[in-house]
């Protein structure tokens, strides 16, 4: 019966809203205790706290992401590190890819989303993250790093190095010059706009990070987002490069080719590494590609965050 109904015009459609309405009356409506919890994801407050009116598959742009991904990757098993609700996990799931998840949040856990439920897991990635050496084809960590204080970064980075035996794809709020690419601004990042215009005023050669006291907060006194590491392109590549991965500027670029088509291009500031010996060109599958066509519905972004 379901079958028949996914053949249907809009029948997909359809199954998905269902799904979302189960889920949405199971999540809890209270904060698991920190700043992750409940409050992050789904309040009034949302929006200005974590840029989430609601989080849910559409806002996280995991169908673009994934597809992506699907499109420059020969994907076998992939970790995503930072992975919410595990949305990343759960469009990879579709494509037939095995794919695990793990997130600071326990509230983002016990609200997995249903087709990562049972492939997500709480771990802390300022601590040692509890996989083997380079059990992964690919690592992803999308917008996460930046939740770190500056001082964690190296110590992060090298653990996505380590549990991966192929290539690390992240994102990053970042501002500063990424040839040949355009450059990241510091809009909305900063306390307000004198600091804005002070770091501009600083020129090209400025790496940050930018000093916590410089940066936006919510109406509670939290950093806008969680973000607490704001820093350039360059310092990032840096910490990436000391983690002795090597940069893959091709495919950063045809990434970023890509991203305009949903309206992330500048949004989602992507970097990609890969591990010593490893094609700095990866060649994906088209029987992947094919399967992204027919199974994710990737949108053009509303320039949600988070």
């Not at 199971?26 to 789904?42: E, K």
Request: hydrophobic letters at 40%; charged letters at 20%.
């Amino acid at each position: 019966m379901l079958g028949l109904l996914r053949s249907l015009p809009g029948g997909k459609r359809v199954l998905e809203k269902a799904a979302s309405l189960i889920d949405q009356s199971l999540t809890p409506g209270s904060s698991d205790g920190g700043f992750y919890g409940g409050r992050y994801y789904n309040s009034a407050e949302a929006q200005k706290g974590s840029g989430y009116g609601r989080y849910e598959r559409q806002s996280s742009h995991a169908d673009a992401l994934v597809t992506l991904l699907a499109n420059h990757f020969p994907l076998t098993t992939v970790l995503d590190v930072g992975c919410a609700r595990g949305f990343v996990v759960e469009a990879l799931g579709e494509l037939g890819v095995a794919a695990t998840g793990c997130d600071f949040s326990e509230y983002a856990i016990n609200t997995a989303a249903r087709g990562a439920r049972g492939h997500l897991r709480w771990a802390d990635l300022s601590q040692r993250l509890p996989w083997a050496d380079g059990e992964f084809s690919l690592v992803t960590c999308f917008e996460t790093l930046e939740h770190l204080p500056p001082e964690l970064s190296a110590h992060a980075v090298s653990e996505l190095a380590r549990v991966s035996r192929g290539y690390v794809v992240a994102s990053i709020p970042s501002f500063g010059p990424r040839p040949p690419l355009p450059s990241g601004w510091f809009d909305g990042k900063m306390r307000d706009a004198t600091a804005n215009a002070a770091y501009v005023a600083l020129g090209p050669d400025y790496d940050g990070p930018v000093p916590l006291a410089d940066l936006a907060v919510d109406e509670r006194g939290n950093p806008i987002e969680g973000h607490l590491t704001i820093a350039s392109f360059r310092r990032w590549r840096e910490v990436f490069e000391g983690a002795g991965l090597v940069r893959c500027a091709a495919v950063e670029a045809a990434l970023y080719s890509a991203t305009e088509q949903y309206n992330l291009a500048g949004f989602f500031d992507l970097y990609v590494f890969a591990k010593p010996g490893v094609p700095l060109e990866p060649i994906a599958g088209e029987a992947l590609r094919q399967r992204a066509r027919d199974v994710l519905r990737p949108r053009k972004s509303l320039r949600q965050h988070g």
